[in-house]
């Protein structure tokens, strides 16, 4: 891409507001980048929905974001990076694409010395087995636990971060994964993140935290790199927030997922 395509902004998009945590670690790893981000907030949850439905709405939010010229597409929903990248990768073209699947996996095989890893996330990316797979297909040696949290999400949204019952459950969850001797957990759902604390003091010391948030914003630093595309820094970054529907607690969730302001959300209607 020519020069003024690296001030282009970064498209990034979920099935509503967890996908606020990777742009809150791009924001860190990445400040003079322009973000984009869309939320189908109208049609979340996405876990529930048929494949072929999953990628429809995936293909749609593609094209929405193509359309704005974004320079990079970041899948930040793991049910879509589960079932539905082929189609995001089938239409970006030339655009690179990333997503939270591809960089948790990556970093958790990266981080492993005994070879142990758990995975903890929605029934749908649980079921999907897709970091399995994709961690196998990086190291055939490695042995992964993975563990559906079906509660994590209503709780995180509830904003129980340290709740008794958020530790409960979580101790519950954990149980049989800990029991494998693993010593790095991959956090495979975008709400994840604001639990990691919490997380962290169930699994104790031993067990090394792979936030798909971080490992993302990372993983979109060095392919910008390479791609020659980083922001030169001769603008101020611009966010954009593009939601389907603007629910009373969009606002206040998605700036505690955020760590800031939202400011003005636009709401888009298909």
Same mark, same amino acid.
């Given at each position: ?20 945590? /990777?742009?809150? !670690? ?24 048929? %494949? ?95 563990? !559906?949290? =079906? ?13 008794? %019952? ?30 990691? =604390?919490?997380?962290?003091? %169930?699994?104790?010391?031993? %067990? ?28 101020? !970054? !611009?966010?954009?927030?593009? /939601? ?20 003005? /959300?636009?709401? /888009?209607?298909?």
């Amino acid at each position: 891409m020519s020069g003024s395509a690296c001030d282009r902004p970064i498209g990034v998009f979920d099935s509503g507001v967890g996908g606020l945590t /990777v742009v809150r !670690a791009l924001m860190e790893r990445l400040p003079l980048e322009s973000i984009v981000y869309f939320g189908d907030t109208a049609r979340v949850p996405y876990g529930v929905k048929s %494949v072929a439905t999953i990628e429809h709405f995936t293909g749609q939010i593609t094209e929405f974001l193509l359309q704005r010229e974004v320079k990079m597409l970041i899948i930040a929903c793991n049910t879509m990076a589960a079932v539905a990248a082929d189609v995001v990768r089938r239409l970006a073209g030339e655009v690179p694409v990333l997503d939270v699947i591809e960089a948790g996996a990556r970093a958790a095989v990266a981080s492993t010395s005994s070879r142990r890893i758990g995975v903890i996330g929605t029934p749908t990316t649980i079921n999907s087995n897709a970091y399995a797979r994709r961690m196998h297909e990086l190291d055939p040696s490695l042995r992964v636990y993975s563990q !559906a949290c =079906p509660l994590f999400v209503p709780l995180v949204e509830e904003g129980w971060l340290d709740h008794p %019952v958020t530790r409960l459950t979580a101790q519950e969850y954990l149980r049989p994964v800990l029991a494998e001797e693993i010593d790095s957990l991959v956090l495979g759902c975008t709400h994840y993140p604001l639990l990691k =604390p919490l997380l962290r003091d %169930v699994a104790g010391p031993g %067990v090394r935290m792979i936030d798909s948030a971080l490992t993302t914003a990372e993983f979109a630093a060095e392919r910008l790199q390479r791609e020659n595309l980083l922001a030169a820094g001769s603008r101020r !970054a !611009a966010y954009r927030y593009v /939601v389907t529907d603007v629910p009373l607690r969009f606002q206040t969730i998605g700036e505690r997922f955020l760590g800031r302001s939202l400011g003005v /959300v636009e709401r /888009v209607d298909w």
